[in-house]
């Protein structure tokens, strides 16, 4: 204690399999209390996941965050203001990836050697220039938040130049082996509205864009669809969900 206020300093501890490498709890005035929390931890990348659905936030956002299986150590910074009157809490913090494994088994997709940080508010989330790889190829990944409240989307950005495997999975990609072959930049936004529930409007579960010069391809195909490795063909495709369990395509190719 210290005049009216109080402060309980933390020098280890657990967070489910993770651990707390140092925290603070501070009252500045206790006749006024707003209760401010600073701490650290580092520890699996599963237990820090479950912390985040088990907490009010995860809680709140429920059927909008993925099915999502993470291996691997992370170190979470958390900062929280917390009033005991009606004013919001506030949140602010970042994690820290170490060379994560992350599978989303509804996507199909697995992204392993994940590395860089991941910042966070109570009302937004931004990740730049994440190393990670998409079926053993390098590439780059972005996450934010976009859009205006009560109608945003989270927004993942992949980019890199990886081979007709990484991008469609085995099957598709020897499919297509007689008709394409070589790497190209790819650029590739997934877009996920989040809280659906309130929105009340009939935007699609995800939509997915891909983008690329093809410059790098080979399509052997008759003319004018053929083209050489070394020309360039902008290609464009879009995919989302439809109604009965369908998947719309837009494809839009030179």
């Given amino acids: 204690f210290r005049n009216r206020g109080l402060q309980v300093e933390i020098s280890a501890g657990r967070l489910l399999d993770a651990e707390v490498e140092e925290a603070t709890a501070r009252i500045g005035d206790l ?3 707003v209760v401010q929390v600073k701490g650290r931890a580092k520890g699996p990348g599963a237990s820090l996941w479950q912390a ?14 993925p099915e999502l299986r993470i291996s691997g150590a992370s170190r979470l910074n958390l900062e929280l203001t917390i009033p005991t009157d009606a004013r919001s809490s506030q949140a602010r913090g970042r994690v820290e990836l170490l060379d994560n494994h992350i599978a989303l088994p509804a996507w199909n997709l697995e992204l392993d050697r994940l590395r860089g940080e991941v910042s966070f ?15 053993g190829e390098p590439v780059r990944l972005d996450l934010d938040l976009v859009g205006r409240e009560g109608r945003r989307d989270l927004r993942a950005r992949l980019r890199g130049r990886p081979g007709w495997r990484a991008l469609l999975g085995e099957s598709m990609a020897k499919a297509l082996e007689r008709t394409v072959g070589g790497k190209s930049l790819w650029d590739a936004v997934l877009t996920v509205p ?3 529930r309130e929105r009340r409007d009939d935007s699609p579960p995800f939509r997915l864009d891909l ?10 195909l008759p003319a004018p669809l053929g083209k050489t490795a070394s020309e ?17 395509l837009t494809l839009d190719y030179g």
């Fill in 194 to 196: 989040i809280h659906r």
């Fill in 232 to 248: 360039s063909r902008p290609l464009k495709i879009s995919l989302y969900p439809h109604e009965r369990a369908t998947l719309a």
């Fill in 211 to 220: 983008n690329s010069d093809l410059r790098g391809t080979a399509v052997r």
């Fill in 31 to 33: 006749e006024k209390p």
């Fill in 121 to 135: 508010t109570e009302a937004g989330l931004e990740a730049r220039e994440l190393q990670t790889r998409l079926r």
């Fill in 52 to 65: 985040l659905q088990t907490s009010p936030v995860g809680q709140d956002l429920a059927e909008d965050l």
